[in-house]
């Protein structure tokens, strides 16, 4: 379970993006605070994995607030959620640690998204002992396994979140079961299934049983 502060100023708009996070799952919102202060007292108390952060709060930016985090050795994830669209503010976010940066207003698709991106590196990490120079790449975003070939259509993210899908699940599954596993449609997962088998990154087989065309089944292969 990945335990999530929620830090916004404006009450509405936190409880909004609790009912967003909490209908994730694997997610779970631990706490929520509305300052600055608020915050750091809350993950000091509660530790959370992951800190969804507003850049407006009234007593001091999340920029700061994301530093003062650091600067006390706290070493949860941060993920911006603000209406801040400057490149200033982005750059400082990205000096200080942040994963990544949704700007208001935004679907709830898309910080899911982002939600399932953060488990999926959550995920990745914990599986290494030693990282070779492609995991390197695919965690810190700077050349996402597929990203050049994927087709048009296909989401990175959405391609890492079917990826690990695969890995939680070595004996392979179908298209159904892999859109169950990651919340996904069922006409999209297999999209995706059906591009790693043609790149040479998941095998099909077939399960024959009663009438009717046989099962496509696809396992990870590596």
């Known amino acids: 379970m990945t335990n999530v502060l929620v830090v916004d100023d404006d009450f509405m708009v936190a409880k909004l993006h609790c009912r967003y996070v909490s209908a994730v799952a694997g997610f779970s919102v ?17 530790r959370p994995d992951l ?11 999340g920029i700061q607030v994301l530093r003062e985090l650091r600067a006390a050795g706290l070493g949860m994830d ?18 200080a640690g942040a994963l990544h940066y949704l700007i208001k207003p935004f679907s709830q ?19 290494l002992d030693e ?35 695969l890995r939680a699940h070595p004996e392979g599954l179908s298209a159904t079961e892999c859109a169950e596993a990651g919340s996904l449609s069922r006409v999209s997962a297999r999209r995706y299934l059906e591009y790693f088998a043609e790149t040479g990154r998941a095998e099909i087989t077939l399960r024959y049983g009663g009438t009717g065309r046989p099962e496509r089944r696809y396992r990870r292969l590596g």
Not at 51 to 61: R, S
Not at 78 to 93: E, H, P, Q, S
Not at 109 to 127: I, K, N, T, W
């Open 30 to 46: 631990s706490g929520v605070a509305h300052s600055g202060a608020e915050a750091l007292r809350a993950a000091e108390r509660l």
């Open 131 to 165: 990282a070779r120079q492609e995991d390197v790449d695919q965690i810190f975003g700077t050349r996402p396994r597929g990203s050049r070939e994927l087709p048009k259509g296909l989401a990175a993210h959405t391609a890492d979140l079917v990826d690990s899908v």
């Open 109 to 127: 698709a898309a910080l899911h998204e982002q939600l399932r991106h953060v488990a999926s590196l959550r995920s990745r990490l914990d599986e």
């Open 51 to 61: 800190v969804l952060l507003d850049v407006f709060l009234p007593d001091m930016d």
């Open 78 to 95: 941060a993920l911006f959620i603000t209406a801040a669209r400057d490149v200033g503010t982005i750059r400082a976010a990205l000096r």
